[in-house]
């Protein structure tokens, strides 16, 4: 089987994060249409606890896995490598198996927490069915993921970027055909479809584990699978579980925040806004548009961002075994560069085209409510990048402690903050759940501001060219802000067409791209964030594609 080259490898890695997460993306706008606000919360509810527990069964092995996997294939350790495949299997299926079994059989009570007393909207028989059913899409991945790290491990990519987008084309393929089934033809209540919606989780895992099975199958000779070793490596089960673990749990720290952030502030955004006596209806819509539909939308800043700056990460970890602390600080400051300087103009775009955007994905319902709630919501995934970003920097320099300290800080302000914030903005007579999003980009920054202290006060970072950077920024922003608000003024869209307010947002975010960029040119600005190299690339390019035309 061939194995995937690091430039192969980051490629296939990239497009298949890309499929996903459009396919992702994009199935929101029909399934949003067909089961209305009710179940659209209803879903959130679902897929908010799944993720949690999914996170708690699976994060982080998957690429501990890969790793040790990839250190014993090295060092030709092939019955090391195996057993570390084996223990694998065995620890995630321990930890699956009572995840669900405390999803399935505690689902009424984490029901009850979500809701609490909430009345009018959904009930808690409702949220414990559809919890029940995605509970079994939990003990399909734990096979899955480590197969996906051992295939990793020996660079194979392909086969766990192909079974990521096999899995969520089944999924969305349950969803949308099941929903449309179960509500169009066989007329069957809304609480069931969305527990046949969320039940995609469970064929989507299966669809992709035959696909990963039949490869590990079909090339078991190459991987050492059907070899029979009658010595055994020195490395004891024990070393092995503990190299699996010492790897995993940075991962799984950071990937546990994420998820805690978005139940956290779902369970809190129900109660406060049940609290200042919003309908159940509005409250369900709330609280789900933040968790859950916001971020469907915002998730093309999150991949954008780390997308351009992931190739940056991995050199620090060469810099800093090199003790060329100035050189770390150099790639850390560029990441940061790279997403201020693509980030900000995105999440300004779509907070002006907020209105637009959500009645394309969502239609008229709570229109300006959710139109609100993207304008603000956009700006948390640029704080949540930069998090990334510090997390990563620390984790290459093997600070691993402080990375706990930052990501657990970062939740408990975000938990702390959620009501305080909504009951200030009710008393100050704005939109209460903007609380909810300025608490998470409170608990974001706390993170990162943390982080950047430990870097400055340790290595000596220095950071006052993210700040010149940030100044420049405002100019071509700027610009591009008054030019998409006059179009906005003197071209008003349609909103009785689906159609025309896609052409319409197309337009406009081209055009206000097209000033950014330039003003950005003039200054200088892609040149100096992105190198010159860069620009030079892009002018070889199509100076090469000009003369082949």
């Not at 179940?39 to 040790?68: D, R």
């Not at 093997?398 to 990375?403: R, T």
């Not at 305080?420 to 909810?436: K, Q, T």
């Not at 998409?484 to 896609?502: D, E, H, T």
Request: contains cysteine; hydrophobic residues 55%.
């Amino acid at each position: 089987m061939k194995k995937n080259s690091f430039i192969e490898g980051t490629i296939i890695a990239t497009i298949a994060i890309f499929l996903v997460k459009i396919i992702g993306m994009l199935y929101v706008i029909p399934f949003y249409a067909m089961v209305g606000v009710k179940g659209a919360a209803l879903y959130a509810y679902a897929y908010n606890i799944y993720g949690l527990f999914l996170e708690i069964s699976t994060a982080g092995l998957p690429n501990a896995i890969a790793k040790l996997v990839n250190e014993f294939n090295t060092l030709n350790r092939q019955e090391a490598k195996i057993r570390t495949f084996n223990l694998g299997k065995k620890m995630l299926t321990f930890i699956a198996i009572i995840a669900f079994i405390i999803l399935f059989v505690f689902a009424s009570q984490i029901a009850t927490l979500i809701l609490g007393d909430l009345s009018g909207g959904n009930t808690i028989e409702d949220v414990t069915l559809v919890i029940r059913c995605v509970s079994f899409a939990i003990l399909i991945f734990p096979f899955l993921s480590v197969s996906r790290g051992f295939f990793q491990g020996h660079n194979i990519i392909s086969v766990a970027s192909f079974s990521q987008v096999i899995e969520q084309l089944a999924r969305v393929a349950v969803i949308l055909g099941g929903s449309f089934l179960a509500l169009k033809v066989f007329h069957i209540s809304l609480t069931e479809t969305i527990g046949i919606a969320v039940f995609g989780a469970f064929v989507g895992g299966l669809c992709a584990l035959i696909y990963v099975l039949q490869k590990l199958k079909k090339n078991k000779h190459e991987l050492c699978l059907d070899e029979e070793f009658k010595e055994k490596d020195e490395i004891s089960n024990k070393e092995i579980i503990k190299k699996i673990i010492t790897y995993a749990i940075p991962t799984i720290i950071i990937s546990l925040a994420f998820s805690l952030y978005n139940n956290v502030d779902m369970i809190l955004i129900l109660r406060t806004m049940d609290f200042l006596g919003f309908d159940a209806l509005e409250v369900e819509f709330i609280a789900s548009g933040i968790s859950t539909w916001a971020s469907k939308i915002s998730v093309i800043i999150t991949s954008v961002g780390l997308g351009l700056s992931a190739s940056l990460i991995p050199n620090m970890v060469e810099a800093f075994t090199l003790k060329k602390y100035d050189d770390v600080n150099r790639k850390f400051i560029k990441a940061m560069e790279i997403i201020l300087f693509i980030c900000l103009p995105m999440c300004f775009g779509i907070a002006l085209l907020s209105k637009e955007i959500w009645a394309v994905f969502y239609g008229s319902t709570y229109l300006q409510i959710g139109a609100n709630i993207l304008a603000i919501g956009i700006f948390a995934p640029l704080f949540s990048n930069l998090f990334t970003i510090s997390n990563y920097t620390l984790q290459s320099m093997n600070k691993f402690k402080i990375v706990y300290i930052c990501a657990i800080t970062g939740i408990l302000v975000n938990a702390l903050l959620d009501v305080p914030m909504m009951l200030l903005l009710n008393a100050l007579h704005l939109p209460a759940y903007f609380g909810a999003t300025v608490a998470s980009i409170i608990g974001f920054s706390t993170t990162v501001i943390l982080a950047m202290y430990f870097l400055r006060k340790e290595y000596s970072f220095k950071y006052k060219s993210i700040a010149k950077t940030l100044r420049n920024i405002l100019v071509p922003l700027t610009t591009m802000i008054l030019v998409v608000g006059l179009i906005k003024k003197f071209i008003p869209a349609n909103f009785s067409s689906r159609a025309y307010l896609i052409l319409y947002i197309a337009i406009v975010a081209i055009i206000g791209a097209i000033v950014y960029f330039v003003v950005a040119q003039v200054m200088g600005l892609i040149k100096d964030i992105l190198g010159n190299g860069f620009i030079e690339k892009l002018k070889t390019k199509f100076l090469k594609n000009k003369k082949e035309v």
